[in-house]
Every structure is written in C-alpha cells, then in structure tokens.
C-alpha cells in the first residue's frame, strides 16, 4: 500500500515560516492535500491540490510540490496554528485514501 | 451550510457491538460519497472506507473487512458505522468525512464519535 512520510515535529518561533514535508514514491504525480488538528476537535482541510485554499483558510497557509516531497508552508506563524498537519493523497490503483503520520507544529 | 454531525460517545465491553451515526445536512446527501477515519488515542488519522451514497456500495481499507459494516439511510440524510465483537483496540475516536466534489479529499468532517472498550 501507499505510503506517506512526514517529520513526527516541527518547531518554529512566532513570526516565521514553518515548512512541514510530506514524502511518497511518485508523490508528484499525486493530488496532496493537508488537514490541520487542533487538540480534541476535528480535522480541518487547509490546503487541496497542493496549493489551492479552501475559503476561511489564511493566506498564510500553502502548499508546494517538488520531485518525491509536498510541503506545506505556514508563513507568519501564530501561536494559534499550534496543531497537528496531516498530509493526505487519493491511492487511485487501489481506491483508497492514504494520510500520512502526521506533524505536530510547535510555536515556541 | 454543510453539517455532520455524529452521534455521542459510547462505552462498551470487548465483544459487544456499537452503531455510530453521521447525520448530514445542508446539501444534497446522495450527491457526494462519505468516508470514514479513525483516530486511535495520540495516533494519526487512519482512513477506514468510503462508501458511495447513491448505491450504498462501500469500499474498505485493509483491516476494516469483517466486523466493520458501513451502511445509509438516505431517507434520514445518515451513514452509519458498525462495529461488531469489540476490541480494546477499537477503541478510538471516529470520524465521518465527506468526499469533496473531485472524490479525492475530504472538505467536511463530522465532530467524531469516541468508542471506548473495555471491560
């Protein structure tokens, strides 16, 4: 099965950009999307198809695509997008859904 | 505007069965399939199955064949997820997710469902 790769912690201080990475074999012929998860709530969708927002999403919020890796990109990074960033690709050849481990953000 | 909204936690015993439901509104429900995750506690998101919501044919991940059933009513707008012969191991917070327009991500999550197992 499809796997996805992503780093279990990114740390980063107010203010900067923090880069979570994604990895999978061929990744770039894939659509990636990211989910955040705040502490007790539900997965929120931040990003679709690599870099698109959905509406309610900051701008601060996208996403980028190069050889075997997606990123995600949180510019002016807040105390409040302290959470969880989950990478997410639709495995076609076997029709099912594959999310990657997951990222805990930290804002120090 | 789209809601999910899923029913309340549930504490049972290992061997006991359990039904969680996911209530949709705010569009039309048979126009976009339903999936679901799950959440093991301080784990990551595991996608469970999806399930097409005009013929109610569903489509599992390895690990979720036999003791999960997905099923509709879509007289009632609802998905419902059950899970029979429970495990210490089922336990976990439980997700309905709709497929967005392109069928390859999710854009509305349900609030979840926590099923505790124990004895």
């Known amino acids: 099965s499809y796997v996805l790769t992503q780093p279990p912690s990114v740390s980063v201080a107010p203010g900067k950009t923090a880069r979570i990475t994604c990895g999978g074999n061929?990744?770039?012929?894939?659509?990636v999307h990211w989910y955040q998860q705040k502490p007790g709530q539900a997965p929120v969708l931040v990003i679709y198809y690599h870099s698109d927002r959905p509406s309610g999403i900051p701008e601060r919020f996208s996403g980028s695509k190069s050889g075997n890796t997606a990123t995600l990109i949180v510019s002016r990074v807040e105390a409040g997008d302290e959470a969880d960033y989950y990478c997410q690709v639709w495995d076609s050849s076997s029709d099912q859904g594959v999310f990657g481990g997951g990222t805990k953000l930290t804002v120090l | 505007q789209v809601q999910l909204v899923q029913s309340g936690s549930e504490l049972k015993k290992p061997g006991a069965s359990v039904k969680i439901s996911c209530k949709a509104s705010?569009?039309?429900?048979?126009?976009?399939?339903m999936n679901w995750v799950r959440q093991a506690p301080g784990q990551g998101l595991e996608w469970m199955a999806w399930?097409?919501?005009?013929?109610?044919?569903?489509t599992y991940a390895q690990g979720f064949t036999g003791r999960f059933v997905f099923s509709l009513d879509t007289s009632v707008s609802t998905a419902y997820l059950q899970i029979s012969s429970l495990k210490a191991e089922d336990t976990a917070v439980y997700y309905c997710?709709?497929?967005?327009?392109?069928?390859?991500?999710?854009?509305?999550w349900g609030q979840g469902t926590l099923v505790t197992v124990s004895s």
């Open positions: 061929n990744i770039g012929t894939k659509s």
């Open positions: 399930i097409n919501t005009n013929t109610g044919n569903p």
């Open positions: 705010g569009y039309t429900f048979t126009t976009y399939a």
């Open positions: 997710a709709r497929f967005s327009p392109s069928g390859d991500h999710f854009d509305y």
